[in-house]
């Protein structure tokens, strides 16, 4: 049946920055469909973890700071995770940090952070787990990128560039890694309500001018990601490779 290949059971992923926002929406709804969940980040994902626990999924919580974390810190936390919940199918690549300033005043410190973060990480974390999933014969890995992978954004250079590297690095992976069993994808969220856009949406101006381009009317939520992380995680989406989803509200149609 084909609602079955959306189904989970029995697998493990592994899922960074998962104490709240966009990563919890992704770690709550991959348990919910079945999988057992790591949680890889800085901060104790105390809520996330309750939530998967009552949900009757096993979890682990594995402490890094993927701004620091080198090639040989993130192996480890691979390999931490098949030590601790026996195998590791599904990476998603969801922390990022955002620095806000003109482009003439970014420092190299902020530039550096954020390249860190949200490109470095993200490949050597992919490198890792591709070589269990490549070992394995299957395997799925899901970047999150954003709208500022297809547009150049306003004060954000350094992240969009990192954005833009995100598509990069999924789609040389998919290329490699597509016949070995392994997909490699992208979600490419819109305008959310999380963290990251506490800044826009404070300011009414610009919330006001971002919200009349979203053709749905809203700005999205954690829980919207839900549906496109299980597709991309599952079975049911074995033929698809080097995708990049928008979940947008319809953004990119305007």
């Not at 697998?11 to 790591?38: F, H, K, P, S």
């Not at 806000?100 to 990480?121: H, K, L």
């Not at 971002?210 to 049911?236: E, H, K, M, Y």
Request: a neutral charge; proline letters at 4%.
């Amino acid at each position: 049946m084909i609602l079955d290949s959306f189904r989970l059971d029995g697998r493990v992923a592994l899922v960074t920055g998962g104490n709240r926002g966009l990563g919890a929406g992704c770690a709550l709804a991959l348990a919910e469909a079945g999988a057992d969940i790591a949680l890889l980040g800085r901060t104790d994902p105390a809520e996330t973890t309750r939530s998967i626990v009552e949900l009757g999924r096993r979890v682990s919580y594995v402490p890094c700071d993927l701004g620091k974390a080198g090639p040989a810190e993130l192996a480890a936390a691979v390999g931490t995770v098949r030590d601790e919940l026996g195998r590791l199918d599904i990476l998603v690549n969801n922390a990022g940090i955002i620095r806000r300033a003109p482009a003439a005043e970014v420092t190299a410190a902020d530039w550096d952070d954020v390249r860190a973060v949200n490109v470095d990480a993200v490949f050597h974390l992919s490198q890792a787990a591709g070589r269990v999933m490549i070992d394995q014969g299957s395997g799925k890995i899901i970047n999150i990128a954003s709208m500022l992978s297809f547009q150049g954004g306003i004060r954000v250079p350094a992240y969009t560039a990192g954005k833009h590297a995100v598509i990069g690095i999924t789609r040389a992976l998919a290329n490699e890694w597509a016949g070995l069993g392994v997909n490699v994808n992208a979600i490419a969220p819109g305008y959310m309500a999380t963290d990251n856009t506490a800044a826009l949406r404070d300011d009414p101006a610009r919330a006001g001018a971002i919200l009349d381009r979203i053709p749905a009317g809203r700005w999205g939520t954690p829980g919207d990601l839900g549906g496109a992380v299980v597709f991309l995680a599952s079975d049911a989406s074995r033929y698809v490779h080097a995708a990049v989803l928008p979940v947008d509200g319809g953004w990119l149609a305007r």
